[in-house]
């Protein structure tokens, strides 16, 4: 057999963090710990995180800033639509696994979801209801189907819905904000609704609907890229 191939140390990091980002964790403008804490997070050494955020500055996910305020701070970074209609058939397997991963998650939640659980669903929706910026609708609209993931108690199906949302990255913000904010909130609303009656099926509906929803308007825009 071949011999394994260990990635190194700092490679493990970029994934990490630039995960974290995708996934909303962190958005545009937030500063990253400082280095000594971060690295003691991580279980690295400074060196190696240091390496890592050199690599993510590169790859235009951080600005590394000197000084006493300084550190990583995360910059906006989205991919064009012309790069995203170049993409469609990758973007159209990722909604269609959304759609089995996610309407079953949401099957599952509806026969275990508490009432601190829709609390908290529903302060995701007041969250996009308010008129959050770009980058914080990202974080809600992640923390709300994340959310569900934990409901529905099932870590390999946490872990594909977690793995395809990381991978979209960037697709929301192609489309137009004010349009994909009031269908968020109605889709997540219908959501909220099933779990909180118990339904299974009409959960898992509410969740397929929402999803195709939400892949029209960015196919939609995408149809104009050219």
């Known amino acids: 057999m071949p011999p394994i191939e260990v990635p190194a140390a700092y490679g493990v990091v970029v994934e990490h963090i630039r995960r974290a980002i995708h996934l909303g964790v962190y958005s545009a403008g937030d500063r990253l710990p400082p280095e000594r804490a971060h690295a003691k997070q991580l279980g690295v050494s400074r060196v190696t995180l240091r390496e890592a955020l050199r690599v993510l500055e590169g790859e235009g996910y951080v600005e590394m800033r000197r000084g006493a305020t300084g550190g990583a701070t995360v910059i906006a970074r989205g991919e064009s639509r012309a790069r995203l209609r170049q993409k469609l058939d990758e973007l159209l397997a ?14 599952r939640a509806a026969t275990r979801a508490t009432p601190e659980d829709l ?31 934990t409901i529905a108690d099932h870590d390999l199906l946490r872990t594909a819905i977690e793995n395809a949302r990381a991978a979209m990255f960037g697709q929301i913000d ?6 994909i904010t009031q269908t968020a909130v109605r889709g997540h609303q219908r959501i909220v609704d099933a779990l909180r009656a118990g339904d299974e099926s009409r959960a898992g509906q509410a969740m397929t609907a929402h999803i195709r929803t939400t892949n029209k308007e960015v196919l939609a825009v995408l149809d104009d890229a050219d």
């Open 94 to 107: 990722i909604q269609d696994f959304r759609i089995a991963n996610e309407s079953l998650a949401a099957r």
């Open 119 to 149: 609390a908290e669903l529903e302060a995701t929706i007041e969250a996009i209801r308010d008129k959050p910026s770009r980058h914080d609708f990202r974080r809600a609209d992640n923390d709300f189907h994340l959310k569900i993931a």
């Open 174 to 179: 192609v489309v137009d904000f004010e349009l």
